[in-house]
């Protein structure tokens, strides 16, 4: 039995002041919209979250992105910090989110400081001895493997949408292919929603027909992703059986309305015949601040 934990949308807070040179642009957007809802999000709520989700003890944890707001270069440094408290590479994989690819940083490391979290480890080398650097990872352990997609793409003002590209779409059907071969439960982790009619265009997945058409055709059998700030479970039917697309609210999250409350969300995965089996729990901040469960059941 594997226990998954997964959160997204962390928008870590407080903001660092920036420079003026640092607004031109999108960023000077961004920086606006940050001064009039910062209140949306808790740094408090965050820490509550991740102290409880340390006391779960999950054999490993999933961030699907948004770590920063409007990717200033201090802000990747500040992640990296927090993402160490979280816990360590080899316990914690991380993909990036629109926000962290918010412009074009012209030569500055951005994300790929946090690059450990976002690395194949040793199991899936071996598995795949020939997988580089970049997007799509495959990360193994046991019977578990995750697929790290990147969505995260520069875009206009006013956007917040994603795409894959043809070449990771063409490596997400080999690797699902490859790893449904060798018998491993296969969860794929993309920040934007992945199918179809999820979000409207202009915060969506542009490609994400293929992607729907990927997960048709070679399967999954669990896909996490976040962005739209809500939780949501559907199931997508494929000829090799359901696939279960599931998104988390943000961690940092201060609404209270249905789903979007800051929570992080617990899988347990258990090898069963023919299949798996996937247990959901959600771990989120009740009316007194403090973390309450919800058990979703089986998925599938």
Same mark, same amino acid.
């Given at each position: 039995?594997?226990?998954?934990a997964?959160?997204?949308d962390?928008?870590?807070?407080?903001?660092?002041?920036?420079r003026?040179?640092?607004?031109?642009?999108?960023?000077?957007?961004?920086?606006?919209?940050?001064?009039?809802?910062?209140?949306?999000y808790s740094r408090q709520?965050?820490?509550? =979250?991740?102290?409880?989700?340390a /006391?779960?003890?999950p054999?490993?944890i999933?961030?699907? *992105?948004? @770590?920063?707001?409007?990717? !200033?270069?201090q802000?990747?440094?500040?992640?990296?910090?927090?993402l160490?408290?979280?816990?360590p590479?080899?316990?914690?994989?991380?993909i990036?989110?629109?926000?962290d690819a918010?412009?074009?940083?012209r030569?500055?490391?951005g994300?790929?400081q946090?690059?450990?979290?976002m690395?194949p480890?040793?199991a899936?080398?071996?598995?795949?001895p020939?997988?580089?650097?970049g997007?799509p990872?495959v990360?193994?352990?046991?019977?578990?493997a =995750?697929?790290?997609?990147?969505? /995260?793409r520069p875009?206009?003002?006013?956007?917040?949408? *994603?795409r @894959?590209g043809q070449?990771? !779409?063409?490596?997400?059907?080999v690797?699902?292919?490859s790893l449904?071969?060798?018998?491993?439960c296969r969860?794929?982790l993309?920040?934007?929603?992945?199918?179809?009619?999820?979000?409207?265009?202009?915060?969506?997945?542009?490609d994400?027909?293929?992607?729907?058409?990927?997960?048709?055709l070679?399967g999954?059998?669990?896909v996490?992703?976040?962005?739209?700030?809500?939780?949501?479970?559907?199931?997508l039917p494929?000829?090799?059986g359901?696939?279960?697309v599931v998104?988390? /609210?943000?961690?940092?999250?201060?609404?209270r309305?249905?789903g979007?409350i800051?929570?992080?969300? !617990?899988?347990?995965?258990?090898?069963?015949?023919?299949?798996?089996r996937?247990h959901?729990?959600?771990?989120?901040?009740?009316?007194?601040g403090?973390?309450?469960?919800?058990?979703?059941g089986?998925?599938?």
């Amino acid at each position: 039995m594997f226990t998954l934990a997964h959160l997204s949308d962390v928008h870590l807070g407080p903001l660092p002041r920036p420079r003026y040179t640092e607004l031109i642009g999108k960023r000077m957007l961004g920086f606006i919209n940050w001064q009039k809802r910062r209140q949306r999000y808790s740094r408090q709520f965050l820490d509550r =979250l991740v102290a409880d989700l340390a /006391a779960s003890k999950p054999d490993h944890i999933a961030i699907t *992105g948004d @770590l920063v707001n409007i990717s !200033l270069p201090q802000e990747f440094v500040l992640a990296r910090a927090w993402l160490e408290t979280v816990g360590p590479p080899d316990r914690v994989t991380v993909i990036p989110g629109n926000h962290d690819a918010y412009v074009r940083l012209r030569g500055q490391p951005g994300y790929r400081q946090w690059d450990d979290y976002m690395q194949p480890n040793w199991a899936a080398g071996a598995l795949m001895p020939g997988a580089g650097d970049g997007f799509p990872f495959v990360r193994r352990f046991g019977d578990i493997a =995750l697929i790290g997609l990147s969505s /995260a793409r520069p875009t206009a003002p006013l956007m917040a949408s *994603g795409r @894959l590209g043809q070449r990771q !779409l063409a490596a997400l059907g080999v690797l699902l292919e490859s790893l449904r071969e060798e018998k491993l439960c296969r969860v794929v982790l993309v920040h934007h929603p992945p199918l179809p009619g999820m979000s409207p265009w202009t915060r969506g997945l542009h490609d994400a027909r293929a992607m729907r058409s990927s997960l048709v055709l070679h399967g999954a059998e669990l896909v996490l992703h976040g962005h739209a700030h809500v939780d949501s479970v559907m199931t997508l039917p494929t000829a090799n059986g359901p696939v279960s697309v599931v998104g988390v /609210a943000s961690a940092s999250s201060t609404f209270r309305g249905a789903g979007r409350i800051a929570r992080y969300n !617990l899988y347990t995965i258990e090898k069963t015949n023919p299949g798996w089996r996937i247990h959901l729990r959600s771990r989120m901040l009740g009316e007194d601040g403090f973390p309450v469960e919800t058990d979703h059941g089986p998925l599938g």
